[in-house]
């Protein structure tokens, strides 16, 4: 089964504050995922990665940046957190081979204040 | 517009009663994920499928590329059964289109 942590569960930031949003998986995956989930939307994806030390764009990109440091870990960060930021994020881990089956972590709810 | 349309939105069911939700794609969409966000908002995977159908107990799913949906069939409803499906689609290399979800209900 599938292995994906995120720390904080839960964050309150301040408007033009930094946060770090951080994953872990022991899948033992090539790929990683961020995504955001706002009330009553499906899932946008902000960043993803295919290999450490390297980050894609998703298709919401902006105000976001990613950092993939070894396989296992990948962090979200908001350099200058804004109030459109709060939100729900879901971290997610796949393997390679043509099938990209994602696994999610259990979230993170971030309000910015 | 959505490029990943699912239908419908919300839905109550009888225990022990069947459903179908759908996704349309607008997208030219290769696999599908079903998902199952529960009340404590944790996603679980319930189906990953390239064209064709899977089952897994009272869970049904299919997926017609050419046609551009997706089915997801659900037998015997049961209260465990409640949250918000969603469906994703891929189209293109890591291109991911989620719906908005169907809220699902199950009433004793």
Redesign the interface.
């Known amino acids: 089964e599938a292995a994906v942590t995120q720390s904080p569960r839960s964050k309150v930031a301040v408007t033009g504050g930094k946060v770090t949003l951080s994953c872990h998986q022991t899948n033992n995956h090539d790929?990683m995922y961020w995504y955001r989930q706002d009330t009553?939307?499906?899932?946008?994806?902000i960043h993803?990665s295919y290999v450490a030390d390297s980050t894609?764009k998703?298709d919401i990109p902006d105000g976001y940046k990613a950092s993939r440091p070894s396989q296992e870990n990948f962090s979200l960060i908001l350099e200058l957190a804004s109030l459109s930021q709060t939100a729900?994020y879901?971290c997610a881990s796949s393997d390679w081979g043509g099938?990209?089956?994602?696994?999610?972590g259990?979230?993170t709810?971030l309000t910015v204040l | 517009g959505d490029k990943v349309k699912q239908s419908p939105s919300a839905l109550s069911l009888q225990e022990g009663t069947n459903s179908a939700l759908r996704c349309n794609f607008s997208i030219a969409a290769t696999t599908v994920q079903w998902f199952l966000q529960n009340p404590r908002g944790s996603l679980m995977n319930l189906f990953y499928l390239v064209p064709g159908t899977k089952e897994n107990g009272r869970l049904k799913s299919a997926f017609d590329s050419k046609e551009s949906y997706s089915t997801l069939h659900i037998r015997d409803a049961q209260l465990e059964d409640s949250g918000t499906y969603f469906c994703a689609a891929e189209a293109g290399y890591q291109n991911f289109y989620f719906g908005k979800g169907t809220s699902l209900t199950v009433i004793p």
């Open positions: 790929y009553g939307h499906g899932l946008r994806l993803y894609e998703g729900v879901f099938a990209y089956e994602q696994y999610f259990p979230g709810r």
